[in-house]
T-cell receptor, first 116, second 111 residues
Framework: GAVVSQHPSWVICKSGTSVKIECRSLDFQATTMFWYRQFPKQSLMLMAT?????????EQGVEKDKFLINHASLTLSTLTVTSAHPEDSSFYIC????????????FGPGTRLTVT | SQQGEEDPQALSIQEGENATMNCSYKTSINNLQWYRQNSGRGLVHLIL?????REKHSGRLRVTLDTSKKSSSLLITASRAADTASYFC???????????FGEGTQLTVNP
């Protein structure tokens, strides 16, 4: 089956630093990848949609200069949280839509970010 | 914004009982999907039901979809303690290519 990986699985960083999270589709090509954020005991909130070779589309209220998204290839998208603050601490989950199967979207295992 | 509403928010049952979770949405959809998430973990895809389908089964899972009422239900039969998790519905809207998640139901199955 289709597999999406995320790296790292967890990260702790200090306020003011930047953190990069990688999302990879391991056995399929993903023209579209999605980044979600999930706070404790809450649902997933879509942050942005990332299309290979073009700029990401951000949801209302999500700062594009703070959450930098790069989708440089059909198998890799990265999310960089810049100048992290404690309120950015969250569970970040990516998903990838299979280029050949447009209804299928596969989720990564998530990355737990803690900003101290 | 989240378009899906789920009820109940929390459900606690005994092993062997059935669990029913409901999801409502607001826009036209291509399909509706149900996911499970154990605490602190990633999502597990359970089942997808297309807009032209009314009912679907997978093992102990039964999903219904009523597009006229814009609602869906997930039934887990003969529940087990291992079914304890959060369950989310997600709609694949016709207006876009993204999934929109409901608020989720926290299911606890007591042994």
């Amino acid at each position: 089956g289709a597999v999406v990986s995320q790296h790292p699985s967890w990260v702790i960083c200090k306020s003011g630093t930047s953190v990069k999270i990688e999302c990879r589709s391991l056995d399929f090509q993903a023209t579209t990848m999605f980044w979600y954020r999930q706070f404790p005991k809450q649902s997933l909130m879509l942050m942005a949609t990332s299309n290979e070779g073009s700029k990401a589309t951000y949801e209302q209220g999500v700062e594009k200069d703070k959450f930098l998204i790069n989708h440089a290839s059909l198998t890799l998208s990265t999310l960089t949280v810049t100048s992290a603050h404690p309120e950015d601490s969250s569970f970040y989950i990516c998903s990838a839509r299979d280029r050949g199967r447009t209804n299928e979207q596969y989720f990564g295992p998530g990355t737990r970010l803690t900003v101290t | 914004s989240q378009q899906g509403e789920e009820d109940p928010q929390a459900l606690s049952i005994q092993e062997g009982e059935n669990a029913t979770m409901n999801c409502s949405y607001k826009t036209s959809i291509n399909n509706l999907q149900w996911y499970r998430q154990n605490s602190g973990r990633g999502l597990v895809h359970l089942i997808l039901i297309r807009s032209n389908e009314r009912e679907k089964h997978s093992g102990r899972l039964r999903v219904t979809l009523d597009t006229s009422k814009k609602s869906s239900s997930l039934l887990i039969t003969a529940s087990r303690a291992a079914d304890t998790a959060s369950y989310f519905c997600a709609t694949d809207e016709t207006s876009g290519s993204r999934l929109t998640f409901g608020e989720g139901t926290q299911l606890t199955v007591n042994p």
